[in-house]
């Protein structure tokens, strides 16, 4: 039997998953790491936390399998995609903590940038719209922030990585300073049609080149995970962003399939084939992970995906456990929201970070309306469920038009599908079938894959996609004008919560 350790380092945990050649998960290994909020809007992680949670949930991962590094053929790393780490190359020492893609500090920066008339030039070239939720401003911010950074990125003594590049840094002991076109295409400084990072765009938002990694193809080997790490050496034969790692797994590789992954935030992708469809809905164009005819990323088949990106979904529920303290474990939302038979009229909008696709307002705010005397935990807790599938039902309207295309069917994965009531919701709302799949963890599944198909563990894309089993199909039984009711009152919500902070 051949085994694959998949590293899936997510914005609320690290977790190592080591799979069969079957595509089935032996082991798993889980750790929590701490959120960071200096200022209102400001998100943050400890970048030790990040590497050492995830080294060493990795170790317990084949603690739990019973196996040795020797038997694991090679890793994959999926990851938190647009979080910014800005590092010294010489200690390997972060000059910050990371600043994670939910962060919205450099919200007046990009409105600087808007009027100075780039954002044409940036969608163009990137396919991302100009928002504080991509890396580049985050890395300007870091440059002009951090006293000295700016001279010191300049004289090639500093490195940049999204937290692929970062985890690949240091578990090679400083050998790798490598990234992914996945990746890389969330920075808004490199050029998805070309497949390289871009002049024009480094000047814009005065990034200078030497600070970035080597961008290579998506499946390959990138380098070694160096023995004191595992026991022994490990190849990394596969890195990808979280969502689109999420899209291989799920085996949507052909263009019109789609999936929607239900994490901390919601990330749907529609897989739109050798074409990067340029969005008039507020989506995203983004690359696929890409495999190569060679190792360097300006030599691959290039894939597209169109995005819609929800910044608050299942974090939501975590919202309610943490702050409000309505229940002790996440798993208790289900009960709690199924104790009544709807919403009782409260709408829940969780723009806690601002909200991404379609409005991408950075100034919104959450709110929770239509409360009444009779109002309980129970409606609220029903509400935030609510607001989870409402969103991805914004994202799927806005998909369908810039595609010319209706989805037949969604394919789902993430933590909150495990929830039945969401996810039979979801189906309601959308009107369309929605599909849980038997292994949920597609994300550590697609970096699996990639790392296996770069290995001969798997021969080909057709060989992964039929492992692909279905758990449960979710039917729409709601009647269309109940569904109609519901979402324009829940649009109605969102209108209201739009532009809230703009005057702080």
Not at 65 to 83: C, F, L, P, W, Y
Not at 344 to 354: C, E, H, I, S
Not at 401 to 428: C, H, I, P, Y
Request: glycine share 10%; hydrophobic share 40%; charged share 25%.
């Amino acid at each position: 039997m051949k085994y694959i350790l998949a590293l899936d380092q997510g914005t609320t945990s690290s977790r190592a998953i080591v799979f069969n050649e079957d595509g089935a998960a032996v082991s798993v290994a889980q750790r929590e790491i701490r959120q960071i909020y200096p200022k209102p809007g400001w998100v943050e992680h400890d970048p030790k936390e990040i590497f050492e949670s995830q080294r060493d949930v990795a170790r317990e991962a084949l603690e739990r399998a019973d196996i040795g590094s020797a038997e694991i053929v090679a890793a994959g790393i999926t990851n938190q995609r647009e979080t910014a780490i800005l590092w010294d190359r010489q200690s390997g020492e972060p000059l910050h903590n990371a600043i994670v893609w939910q962060d919205r500090r450099t919200a007046a920066k990009c409105a600087e940038l808007r009027e100075s008339g780039v954002e044409n030039i940036i969608k163009n070239k990137t396919g991302l719209v100009l928002d504080p939720y991509f890396s580049g401003t985050k890395i300007a911010w870091m440059l002009d922030n951090i006293p000295g950074a700016r001279a010191k990125a300049e004289r090639g003594e500093l490195a940049f990585g999204t937290v692929d590049t970062w985890l690949a840094w240091n578990l090679s002991q400083s050998r790798l300073h490598v990234t992914d076109p996945s990746n890389a295409s969330r920075t808004m400084l490199f050029d998805i049609h070309r497949g390289d990072w871009d002049e024009e765009l480094l000047q814009i938002l005065r990034v200078p080149r030497a600070i970035l990694p080597d961008v290579l193809a998506s499946s390959g080997a990138f380098g070694m995970i160096a023995p004191e790490m595992l026991g022994e050496a490990v190849t990394i034969a596969g890195i990808a962003g979280d969502q689109q790692a999420a899209l291989f797994g799920q085996g949507c590789h052909k263009a019109g399939m789609g999936k929607n992954t239900y994490g901390t935030g919601c990330f749907m992708l529609m897989h739109t084939g050798d074409t990067a469809v340029t969005s008039g809905n507020g989506l995203l164009t983004t690359s696929c992970a890409q495999m190569g005819r060679s190792r360097d990323a300006r030599d691959v088949d290039r894939e597209y995906a169109l995005e819609g990106s929800v910044f608050v979904g299942g974090a939501v529920v975590q919202w309610l456990r943490d702050e409000l303290r309505f229940f002790k474990s996440s798993a208790e939302i289900e009960s709690l929201a199924a104790s009544v038979p709807d919403n009782g009229g409260v709408y829940l909008v969780p723009a806690f970070t601002g909200l991404g696709a379609p409005h991408w307002d950075p100034y919104a705010r959450g709110a929770i309306l239509g409360l009444t005397r009779g109002s309980g935990r129970e409606h609220i807790a029903r509400a935030a469920l609510e607001s989870i599938a409402f969103q991805t039902a914004d994202l799927l309207d806005a998909m369908q038009r810039d595609a010319g295309r209706k989805l037949t069917e969604l394919r789902v994965d993430g933590g909150a599908t495990s929830n039945n009531l969401l996810m039979q919701f979801q189906s309601d709302i959308l009107g369309v079938p929605v599909l849980r799949p038997k292994v949920q963890e597609t994300t550590a599944l697609g970096a699996a894959y990639l790392a296996g198909l770069a290995t001969n563990v798997w021969k080909s894309r057709e060989e992964i996609a039929a492992h692909w089993e279905i758990d449960r199909t979710f039917e729409p039984q709601m009647k269309e004008s109940a569904v109609a009711d519901l979402l324009g009152r829940w649009r109605e919500a969102v209108h209201r919560s739009l532009r809230w902070a703009e005057q702080e």
